[in-house]
């Protein structure tokens, strides 16, 4: 598969283990957020996501947290898999010259050994 | 349903020529957005159309250009390469306008520019 970042930071974990991928977004005014999962060779996936209206959304197996007062955001996966190996992004849906738009994040890639 | 269709997945260029990148949505998915990923600038988003019309543009230069068909496909176009052009072109169609909706991610073109 194609090599989606030379030098993203990586997270480590053990099968069966929980994980947590932070983000720090940029705009205080973006309302609505969004996990992506890429996998290699192929384009991302969406995981959840969540509104600023909210700090907490739970889906299978994944968690997104939301705190508005220091711009972060996390994903939790529970149990984490052979198969959640791939690079995981946020977006947020910042206004950018007027319009909207998802900005996207670097990106961290996690491996999961067995 | 099938999902984004983008044609070719791979194509060589040189410098200075053109190439035509196609999209072909989900069916009814009205809204077609363009990102360009590469290991060092990550994902950045190209432009977005909804019903044949440009409604957002990213900071690309003018040899970057899309446009939308009646059908929602969609093709871009970049034109004078440079080396620099060498990305993973990748299509997200949505239902609704982008920043507001779930993108649905095809699994791109790779375009390397010689």
């Known amino acids: 598969g194609e090599s989606v970042g030379l030098h993203l930071p990586t997270l480590s974990v053990q099968e069966g283990d929980n994980s947590i991928i932070n983000c720090a977004y940029s705009?205080?005014?973006?309302?609505?957020f969004i996990w992506y999962k890429q996998e290699s060779g192929k384009g991302p996936q969406f995981i959840i996501d969540i509104r600023s209206n909210m700090d907490k959304r739970q889906g299978q197996r994944v968690t997104v947290l939301l705190n508005k007062t220091v711009k972060h955001l996390s994903l939790q996966i529970a149990a984490t898999q052979p198969g959640d190996s791939a690079v995981y992004f946020c977006a947020e849906n910042t206004m950018d010259t007027g319009r909207r738009a998802l900005t996207f994040g670097s990106g961290t890639r996690l491996q999961v050994q067995p | 349903k099938a999902g984004v269709t983008q044609t070719p997945r791979y194509l060589i260029k040189t410098r200075g020529q053109q190439v035509t990148l196609s999209c072909s949505p989900i069916s009814g998915h009205r809204s077609v957005s363009w990102y360009q990923q590469t290991p060092g600038q990550g994902l950045q988003f190209l432009f977005e159309?909804?019903?044949?019309?440009?409604?957002n543009k990213g900071n690309f230069p003018g040899r970057f250009s899309g446009r939308q068909f009646s059908n929602s496909r969609s093709e871009m176009n970049v034109s004078t390469l440079e080396l620099g052009d060498s990305a993973l072109y990748l299509c997200?169609?949505?239902?609704?306008?982008?920043?507001?909706?779930?993108?649905?991610f095809g699994e791109g073109s790779r375009l390397t520019v010689l």
């Open positions: 159309y909804f019903s044949e019309t440009q409604r």
């Open positions: 997200a169609s949505s239902l609704v306008r982008t920043a507001n909706g779930e993108l649905f």
């Open positions: 705009n205080s005014a973006s309302d609505y």
